[in-house]
């Protein structure tokens, strides 16, 4: 029996960590080999040391393993090659691109069903559920990405002279543009939820809250500030928890460079969920709708510009 390939630990972000585990799939499939599941690395930016994480604490094995198991690729623990994270997160990223790119739809969403079998462990799908059942009472619809926080800093001043990036393209998006262009899409007093690092930002939550109250009279939701019958232990288990609630929202605005948001599309597709997504890091004044289904980056391809 060929040896298993596992994700060896991995210094990303929960979506980058999902991407990493499709490049494993793909990797483990063209290879004839079984995949493994080995710890995850938590994650913090800024921080020297992160530590990891069991696999279980952040996804539902189960539901992970019948959707490596649909696409051809048995799981068995034990001793696993630990393959790069990095490379297996290009393999994923680039497989989503091409298939879109060659409209090879049923090589797409075949992806895209495998990213929607990433769920999240029992305890944080059911506090996403209450969670979103709390939001639809309240009458909230939209969900938004505040894509500010320092470590998107400094991933926007490490990659504005990078020549693959056009320098007319807005990476770095600050709150009161996001704000005002939501205020020219959502509906006059709105409340949406807000999905980011909180403990990350460079301005105060509340200072955001009050500036998108006063100039859009829009109320800003922060995971905070919600009824929390479960508080996720790591950032990894927060992000698979702001993940599951912003998917039960039908309409979401985000960064296309973010593979967060990136995901919440791929997965919508890859579920047959219908929600509508809208980027804000484009050139004018209001939101534009991503019709990619979350598999390009740049927002004039995720937008069809």
């Known amino acids: ?69 649909g696409f051809g690729v048995p799981v068995e623990q034990g001793a696993a090659e630990q393959a790069d994270g990095g490379a297996l997160m290009g393999i994923g990223g680039e497989a989503i691109a091409t298939t879109r790119r060659n409209r090879d739809d049923a090589g797409f969403r075949d992806l895209c069903r495998i990213l929607a079998g990433m769920k999240p462990m029992a305890a944080i799908a059911a506090a996403a559920a209450d969670t979103g059942a709390w939001l639809r009472e309240n009458g909230v619809r939209w969900g938004c990405q505040l894509r500010i926080e320092r470590d998107w800093l400094h991933w926007t001043a490490l990659h504005r002279a990078d020549k693959r990036i056009n320098p007319a393209e807005p990476l770095y998006v600050d709150f009161a543009t996001i704000l005002a262009k939501l205020a020219g899409q959502v509906e006059h007093g709105a409340t949406l939820y ?112």
Request: aromatic share 10%; proline share 7%; with cysteine.
């Open 1 to 69: 029996m060929a040896e298993p390939l596992a994700l060896a630990p991995f210094a990303a972000g929960l979506t980058n960590q999902k991407l990493a585990l499709l490049g494993l799939t793909l990797r483990a499939r063209a290879e004839g080999r079984p995949a493994a599941w080995s710890p995850l690395l938590d994650y913090h930016p800024g921080a020297a040391d992160h530590g990891c994480v069991p696999f279980a604490s952040v996804f539902d094995v189960a539901a992970v393993t019948a959707a490596f198991a």
């Open 194 to 305: 807000v999905t980011c690092n909180e403990a990350d930002l460079p301005v105060e939550r509340e200072e955001i809250g009050r500036r998108a109250y006063d100039a859009h009279r829009l109320t800003m939701l922060f995971r905070s500030d919600v009824p929390r019958p479960f508080v996720p232990a790591g950032l990894l288990a927060g992000a698979a928890l702001d993940f599951a609630i912003a998917s039960t929202l039908p309409c979401f605005a985000g960064h296309s460079r973010s593979t967060f948001f990136g995901a919440l599309a791929l997965t919508a597709h890859g579920e047959g969920r219908d929600a509508h997504f809208w980027l804000y890091n484009n050139r004018g004044a209001m939101l534009k709708r991503r019709t990619d289904h979350g598999a390009f980056v740049r927002p004039w391809a995720a937008a069809n510009l």
